[in-house]
């Protein structure tokens, strides 16, 4: 009973140290992609990830707004790949088909763990329940 007892301590112990490990590395991960997102992203998606307004529908050039990251968007309808893709190549080379949009890629710009970095930052203004969904339609099948 003793020996149950002192494993359970000790792995819930573990827990909370590596849970403390991890903690400060997804604030800062957060952090750097709120700063980032405010460079590279507010300019057209809001300051407070809103987007533009009347997103749905196309303005005078025919085009879609840039969309809100916030809840109220789209952006935790999509799964991590493909929202990677869009911001490394651009909307339009991603749906192909002679799309046209005004989101260019940032390939150029950003690094991959930029690209997460706003990526943590924003699904960390979602609820949980969207969290979840999206981790869910990005979790590998299997």
């Not at 997804?26 to 980032?36: P, S, V, Y």
């Not at 303005?59 to 893709?85: C, I, K, Q, Y």
């Amino acid at each position: 009973m003793g020996l149950v007892v002192l494993t359970l301590v000790a792995l819930a112990g573990w827990f909370v140290f590596a849970g403390a490990e991890t903690a400060p590395a997804e604030a800062r991960q957060i952090a750097e992609g709120k700063a980032l997102y405010a460079e590279t992203c507010a300019a057209c998606h809001g300051a407070n990830l809103e987007g533009q307004p009347n997103w749905r529908s196309p303005g005078p050039d025919g085009l879609l707004p840039a969309p809100p990251h916030d809840a109220s968007g789209h952006t935790w309808h999509h799964p991590d790949e493909v929202l990677f893709r869009i911001t490394r190549l651009g909307t339009a080379a991603v749906v192909g088909n002679g799309y046209e949009s005004n989101m260019p890629g940032f390939g150029d710009q950003l690094t991959n763990a930029q690209i997460e970095a706003i990526f943590s930052y924003i699904k960390s203004t979602w609820p949980e329940e969207l969290r979840a969904h999206q981790a869910e339609i990005s979790a590998p099948p299997g």
